[in-house]
């Protein structure tokens, strides 16, 4: 499996953004796929996850309310709806992949990663 994301830009603060993780692969659907993000000289940090079907979605506390993460594994894509977008959103965004849903919380664990698109939230 292979991801990568799309969708980044630069909005103004309280606007909208949807980001886009196509997986290649006939195994996508059974993946869990996570969101993380990178700030300038911070260290990447766990946004939020997805289960291989669905059912199950988790969030930072820091964007919990305003982002949810969905899927469609017709399409082999996961989506980010970023909504009242702040410019402590500001960050490269990555989307990453795990068998086990559980594991998507370490940066350090995830093995699977898609290449990152940059969200900039101008105030």
């Known amino acids: 499996v292979q991801l990568q994301a799309s969708g980044g830009g630069l909005v103004q603060a309280g606007a909208s953004l949807r980001l886009s993780c196509v997986g290649s692969?006939?195994?996508?659907?059974?993946?869990?796929v996570g969101w993380f993000r990178q700030a300038p000289g911070k260290e990447r940090e766990f946004v939020a996850r997805?289960?291989?079907?669905?059912?199950?979605?988790y969030y930072s506390g820091s964007v919990k309310g305003r982002f949810t993460t969905s899927r469609d594994n017709a399409k082999n894509t996961v989506y980010l709806q970023m909504n009242s977008l702040k410019p402590e959103d500001t960050a490269v965004y990555y989307c990453?992949?795990?068998?086990?849903?559980?594991?998507?919380?370490?940066?350090?664990?995830?093995?699977?990663w898609g290449q990152g698109t940059l969200v900039t939230v101008s105030s």
């Open positions: 692969g006939r195994t996508f659907s059974s993946y869990a």
């Open positions: 990453a992949g795990d068998p086990e849903y559980n594991n998507i919380m370490l940066a350090s664990n995830i093995r699977l």
């Open positions: 997805i289960s291989s079907r669905g059912g199950l979605t």
